[in-house]
């Protein structure tokens, strides 16, 4: 078997598309001056502080600017730009509201492809591929991944074996991060959801 391997995952902070509720998929959107206001309240929780300061955790993130300047203010390291933590590809719902994307995927599931877009399994694969190099590669052992709403929602939904159907059995909350171990047999196990990220 492999080592276990803990993963912090983050949601970028906001953007104008986040405030209008529009589906940004690979827009490669900055971050807003409320995403800026975000991002001066949000702290670590203090093992991963800990951790960071011992030089035992490492950062990834997807390619995309408003990932990537997230990141960039919460670490004072250089995050490891990593292809496979990129949002879903939306293809020709991008820019659509959550409420008109919504009433298109109502009974949709894991297979459902927006068009010139990729399916909710497509981006799982991608991502449990990361996380099984991770597990198989010399180096931290947990890490924190910037990422996007619809990648966290394919991984967390493996996890608790959620068929994306509604109800969804969680909310994901703003200004929350989410553990996820990948343990040594390759099953995903949740640690924690919806972690604070603004430590009062």
């Known amino acids: 078997m492999s080592p276990s391997v803990q993963v912090a995952l983050i949601r970028h902070a906001a953007t104008a598309w986040t405030a209008a509720r529009r ?27 800990r951790s960071e300061s011992e030089g035992t955790l490492a950062w990834a993130v ?9 990141a960039r203010r919460l670490t004072v390291g250089t995050p490891i730009v990593e292809p496979r933590l990129i949002e879903m590809n939306y293809g020709a719902w ?9 009433a298109l995927t109502v009974e949709a599931g894991w297979h459902h ?7 909710p399994a497509e981006v799982l694969v991608r991502v449990r591929e990361w996380l099984d ?7 931290p052992r947990t890490w924190v991944a910037v990422t996007h709403g619809g990648v966290i929602r394919a991984l967390l939904a493996a996890v608790v074996a959620w068929d994306l159907r509604p109800p969804p059995p969680w909310r994901l909350l703003p200004d929350r991060l989410h553990r996820v171990r990948r343990r040594g047999d390759g099953h995903l196990q949740l640690v924690t959801l919806n972690e604070p990220l603004v430590i009062l």
């Open 62 to 70: 997807s390619p995309l600017r408003r990932a990537i300047e997230t």
């Open 94 to 102: 991008e820019g659509l509201s959550h409420d008109e994307v919504d």
């Open 23 to 49: 589906v940004q998929g690979h827009a490669d959107l900055p971050l807003s001056e409320d995403g800026e206001a975000q991002l001066r309240r949000w702290r670590l929780p203090a093992d991963l502080l």
């Open 133 to 139: 190099e991770l597990a198989v590669t010399a180096g």
């Open 113 to 119: 492809r927006p068009p010139e877009g990729e399916s």
